[in-house]
């Protein structure tokens, strides 16, 4: 059974602060990261997909992706109330051709 | 990265009716997912459609209850049959878009009474 597990929160920071969210996957055949973020009532967006181990960074937001721990994490620096929104992470064995695995969704507040 | 267009956006249904979701891509991809959020859930997957060949549903979910059909590369249907309330939900398709990752149909908001 593939599993993909997040805490589910709330979790709540101030304005400005960095928000840190995380996933932990079962599957070691996992190849693609992804982390989406959805809004009340709207589809997932995508904020940021990580294939490598590391670090990947795109204006606020970064991934950090470590395959030997099976562990995926999203930064969100100068966190804005925009920001307040359920993190989804999802993962999958072969990008495009094998579907998603979602974990349950972080869901953030962030406070003005 | 590939846009879909998802119809209809929401219903109200009976229950014991059916219900047929369309998701029309914009380019032409092999493989098509479709998935259920139950309210205040995460994303489950239904079914994932091959053109040209039977979908392969996930444990817990039946091709008598959720045919699906996928004629083309473009497009593909999803069918809640026999319909209860709790198949309320959102039902969403999506299909894997390389580096761009996967994109989502903007969803079918579904409820039955």
């Known amino acids: 059974q593939k599993e993909v597990e997040q805490n589910s929160g709330p979790l709540s920071v101030p304005e400005g602060a960095i928000a840190s969210l995380n996933c932990t996957y079962s599957d070691r055949g996992s190849q693609s990261f992804f982390w989406y973020r959805q809004y009340s009532g709207k589809s997932p967006e995508l904020i940021m997909s990580?294939?490598?181990?590391g670090d990947k960074e795109d204006g606020r937001f970064t991934a950090q992706l470590n395959k030997a721990s099976q562990y995926v994490s999203l930064l969100i620096r100068d966190s804005q109330p925009s920001d307040s929104a359920t993190y989804l992470c999802a993962v999958t064995l072969n990008s495009g051709n094998t579907p998603l695995v979602f974990g349950k969704g972080t869901r953030l507040s962030v406070i003005a | 990265s590939a846009v879909i267009s998802q119809k209809p956006s929401r219903d109200i249904c009976q229950r014991g009716t059916s219900l047929t979701i369309q998701c029309q891509v914009d380019?032409?991809?092999?493989?098509m997912f479709w998935y259920r959020q139950q309210p205040g859930q995460s994303l489950t997957l239904i079914a994932t459609?091959?053109?040209?060949?039977?979908?392969?549903?996930e444990s817990g979910f039946v091709i008598d209850k959720f045919p699906i059909s996928r004629p083309n590369l473009t497009f593909s249907t999803l069918t809640v049959s026999n319909m209860s309330p709790e198949d309320s939900s959102i039902y969403l398709c999506?299909?894997?878009?390389?580096?761009?990752?996967?994109?989502f149909g903007s969803g079918t908001r579904l409820t039955v009474v």
């Open positions: 990580i294939y490598s181990n």
């Open positions: 459609a091959n053109q040209g060949s039977e979908a392969t549903y």
């Open positions: 380019s032409q991809v092999t493989m």
């Open positions: 999506s299909v894997g878009a390389g580096a761009y990752g996967y994109t």
